[in-house]
Each structure stands twice: as structure tokens, then as C-alpha cells.
């Protein structure tokens, strides 16, 4: 077997220290970005001003960690710079998006496509892994989603079964509010994670009635946006 060319026996070493070196600045970079994009985006709100979306904090936090990766692959390079305002451009105009969370990870993995094509291995992997353990951190500070809706439950004796009405929609971690309590009906304003099916309270209601005088109507109520 013949040995590898001075040239490539040289070129390798450089090529790996070139690589590690990346990543040791990134293990600085990414860490300290995602720390000054984190104050800014928990900043304290100011009275007056409007609350602030889960979804949003998230995006600017994961963009500061964007911004000093695409930095690093940049670097010097004119060329570079040129190319990722041009494949950003084009991520803005042809794509439709409607979680912020979305936007940042499609230029995430923009930057991390871009480290794999100037050949920075190391650093596309060291930002991945960053990128991926960042967004799980914060996506967890996320509200569970949920759904709103008009409960009316017709009953022969509504104030007798309130309670047991009421107890039913705890177990089901409904979030309730009695509207209004009349001699035939009760109206809630509720509230259910998303994940949570309505034919199931309503059964589990309904086996609360006797002699099958129990209706229960679920009117669900449409976020405004």
C-alpha cells in the first residue's frame, strides 16, 4: 500500500485543527448569545405596554444563537455573506409561516446547511446539538394549547348535580367558570387542552343524570386573531 501524499498528510491536520478551532469559538459564542438574547427577551415589561407571546420570546432567543453561527461561518468571507442574505431573502418571500418558531428554525438549519457546504463539520454539528437542546429548553416554558368552549348542561335539577358536574370537569383538567344557573340549564365557559376529546366529559356527565333527562352541548368558542 502505497502512503497518502505529503500534501494531503499535511493538509489533514490543518484541516481538523482549522475545525476544532471553530468549534472551541462556538463553544464561547453560542452559549453567551443565547444568554444576551435571553435578557432582552425576558426584559421586565413596562406597564401599558402588551404582554408578550410565548412563541416570540422563544424566536428571539433562538435567533440571537442563529445570528452568531451564521457570524462564524461567515467570517471574512465577502461570498459568504453575499450568499446567505440572498437564501434568507428567499426563505422571507416564498414561504409562508405562521409560528415564529418555525421561521427561526428554517434559518437554523439555513446556517447549519451553510456550515456543511464551507465544509465546517464541526461546527455544524457542535450548533445542531446547541440548537436542538435551546429549543427544547425553551419550548417547554410554552403554555399547553388549548381550546375554548360554551358548555350548557340541561338537567332536571341543575343545583343538585352542580357539584358532581363541576368534580367531573376537574378530573378531565378542565379550566371552568359558571355563567349562569337557571332552573332547567348550567352554562360554563371552559377551556380544555387541546388534546382532550368532548364526547368523553360529556359521557361522563351524562352517566350523572337519572331517568335520561341530562342533555349536554358543547358550543365552541373561535380565538380571535
Not at 81 to 104: H, Q, S, T
Not at 115 to 129: P, R
Not at 138 to 152: G, N, R, W
Not at 192 to 219: F, M, Y
Request: one cysteine or more; a neutral charge.
Amino acid at each position: 500500500m502505497q502512503p497518502p501524499p505529503p500534501e494531503l498528510a499535511q493538509s489533514v491536520p490543518q484541516m481538523l485543527e482549522s475545525h476544532f478551532d471553530m468549534v472551541e469559538r462556538a463553544v464561547l459564542a453560542l452559549p453567551f448569545a443565547t444568554a444576551l438574547g435571553a435578557a432582552l427577551a425576558f426584559r421586565p415589561r413596562r406597564r401599558g405596554t402588551p404582554p408578550r407571546s410565548a412563541p416570540v420570546i422563544e424566536t428571539q432567543i433562538v435567533l440571537a444563537v442563529v445570528g452568531a453561527t451564521v457570524m462564524l461561518v461567515v467570517g471574512s468571507s465577502l461570498a459568504r455573506a453575499f450568499g446567505i442574505v440572498g437564501a434568507a431573502n428567499l426563505i422571507r418571500y416564498r414561504a409562508k409561516i405562521d409560528d415564529p418558531k418555525d421561521a427561526v428554525v428554517m434559518l437554523s438549519t439555513l446556517s447549519l446547511g451553510l456550515c456543511c457546504g464551507v465544509e465546517l463539520y464541526g461546527l455544524a454539528t457542535f450548533a445542531g446539538v446547541f440548537l436542538l437542546a435551546l429549543l427544547w429548553a425553551v419550548e417547554s416554558i410554552e403554555a399547553e394549547l388549548t381550546k375554548h368552549f360554551e358548555l350548557k348542561v340541561t338537567a332536571g335539577d341543575p343545583a343538585a348535580v352542580r357539584n358532581d358536574i363541576e368534580s367531573v370537569l376537574r378530573r378531565y383538567h378542565v379550566k371552568f367558570e359558571l355563567r349562569s344557573l337557571g332552573q332547567k340549564e348550567l352554562v360554563y365557559d371552559t377551556e380544555l387542552p387541546l388534546h382532550t376529546r368532548t364526547d368523553r366529559i360529556a359521557n361522563a356527565i351524562l352517566s350523572l343524570g337519572k331517568n335520561g333527562d341530562t342533555e349536554v352541548a358543547w358550543d365552541e368558542k373561535k380565538s380571535k386573531k
